[in-house]
């Protein structure tokens, strides 16, 4: 089992940044990556970024050169800094754990952007 809390959100004008935290404790030592997802009112859940053990990264099309994740190994904890944001940003922000074949995911946090 793995358990994953998320911080970080919060309201912020467009153009602002903000910086998620997730972290993971329990049985982290199979997880091969860790990711952001978000969902939109109205709208399925979304990977955002994605970073694997060795340190591979992804991103969304959308959030490419705003947005960096990123991981503290020794806190087990990844990071989503979040530049430039945008009012379509807004949405519940979910962090997620592979580890194949399970997934695990944190609560969420909020984040809101006012144009």
């Known amino acids: 089992q793995v358990q994953l809390v998320e911080s970080g959100g919060g309201l912020v004008q467009a153009g602002g940044s903000l910086r998620l935290s997730c972290a993971a404790s329990?049985?982290?030592?199979?997880?091969?990556?860790m990711g952001w997802y978000r969902q939109a009112p109205g709208k399925q859940r979304e990977l955002v970024a994605a970073?694997?053990?060795?340190?591979?990264?992804n991103y969304a099309d959308s959030v490419k050169g705003r947005f960096t994740i990123s991981r503290d190994n020794a806190k087990n904890t990844v990071y989503l800094q979040m530049n430039s944001l945008k009012p379509e940003d807004t949405a519940v922000y979910y962090c997620?754990?592979?580890?194949?074949?399970?997934?695990?995911w944190g609560k969420g946090t909020l984040v809101t952007v006012s144009s």
């Open positions: 997620n754990a592979d580890e194949d074949p399970v997934d695990y």
């Open positions: 329990g049985s982290i030592f199979s997880i091969n990556a």
């Open positions: 970073i694997t053990s060795g340190g591979s990264t």
